[in-house]
């Protein structure tokens, strides 16, 4: 069975932008005004499942493979919080900028480049984020199955993505990406965006159960991302491991 997730094109994609990533108002400014309301949820919701009691590092001890973890705009903010943070991308430029920034912050993070069914860790992780990747790999049924072995018993999986709607391509694609300008023409493909219940199917086949869906919508008045019930368009995700 063919295990390659890599699509060479999106990689590619990435590939062009990738001195972009820690530039608050360059191509990446989207993930940067996103990348509180993920920061926030995910520690949150560690906290509550390893029964943390939260201090100025609550995050002390957990380890964290981020995958598809671009140029470390998610793997530095948790590796503040004092998780073990290892990140993996397909794109070797992109790890190279990863590398490049954490010189600058002083942190301690594994960076490797690397895709999920080429990667080799000796020890399993309590916590694997697959964080508006799916959208973007080749097979999303062999990239969850995986993503999934490097994850402890009772481990949890964050998985943030698009719902595939009529109103996904209208606010992702028509709204962010030509009229908004937000995003550079051809960051999506809408045929890739996945529905939770697909989702949920691809991973219950894979040991992992649904424990929260939360939908997460742009406030234009605040500027700013907020939790939602409205699973529309972005949405994210934790599951369990069985």
């Known amino acids: 069975m063919n295990n390659n997730t890599i699509n060479k094109e999106e990689v590619e994609k990435f590939n062009k932008i990738a001195e972009e990533w820690w530039n608050p108002n360059g191509k990446f400014k989207p993930l940067h005004k996103f990348n509180p309301i993920r920061i926030e949820y995910i520690k949150n919701n560690i906290i509550k499942d390893f029964n943390i009691s939260s201090n100025h590092k609550p995050l002390k001890g957990i380890s964290i493979l981020d995958i598809g973890c671009g140029g470390g705009l998610l793997s530095e903010p948790l ?25 600058k912050s002083n942190l301690k993070i ?48 964050f998985i943030a993505t698009l719902n595939q709607t009529l109103k996904s391509y209208v606010f ?33 086949n894979n040991s992992l159960i649904l424990k929260k869906i939360d939908g997460v919508k742009f406030n234009p008045l605040l500027n700013k991302w ?17």
């Open 79 to 103: 590796a503040r919080l004092g998780a073990n943070v290892v990140g993996i991308d397909a794109s070797k430029k992109n790890i190279e900028i990863a590398k490049h920034h954490l010189k």
């Open 172 to 204: 992702a694609i028509i709204g962010a990406e030509y009229i908004l300008r937000w995003l550079p023409i051809g960051t999506h493909d809408w045929n890739k965006f996945v529905k939770p219940k697909k989702l949920e199917e691809i991973c219950n």
């Open 110 to 157: 594994e960076y490797y480049d690397n895709s999920p069914e080429n990667f080799y860790y000796k020890n399993k992780f309590d916590v694997i984020l697959n964080m508006e990747i799916v959208e973007h790999v080749e097979n999303i049924t062999n990239f969850i199955n995986q993503s999934s072995k490097f994850l402890k018993t009772n481990g949890i999986m």
């Open 226 to 242: 907020k939790i939602s019930n409205d699973k529309s368009v972005n949405y994210i995700t934790k599951y369990k491991k069985n």
